[in-house]
């Protein structure tokens, strides 16, 4: 399988299950890694056969700027449905990291999901 890493994405939210957490919007780090067959986009060198990045990244600053949750499991979850909305990806791997929260150290979790919806490889020929 292939692989699709989009790292870095800094989204500021309001998530958090300590009192104030979500008074004020926080910085959060994600990075999504995507498992799926690239030959298409491989072979075509046309956008219209790959995973566009940047429709990835919105996707995640949209859900960590409009949402709100206790937990960033919740988080990372709501981010990979998102992800896996596209039928074309196999598995999402979604990190999700809190800097500057616990007097220097980065708290974060990673989820790994299955795609039910994924097509699967290509017929040969």
Known sequence: MDVIRVD???AFG???ADPGERDAAQPFD???????????????????????????REAVARIVESTSFRLIERLAAEIA???LEDPR???????????GILQGATPGVTLRRPNPKFRGWPEPG
Do not use: Q
Request: no cysteine; charged share 25%.
């Open 14 to 16: 309001r998530h958090g």
């Open 30 to 56: 994600v990075t999504v890694v995507i498992e799926s067959d690239l030959s298409a986009a491989a072979g075509s060198d046309d956008l219209k056969d790959a995973i566009d990045y940047s429709v990835v």
């Open 81 to 83: 449905r998102a992800v």
């Open 89 to 99: 990806v196999a598995y999402a791997e979604i990190t999700v990291a809190k800097p």
């Open 8 to 10: 870095g994405i800094r």
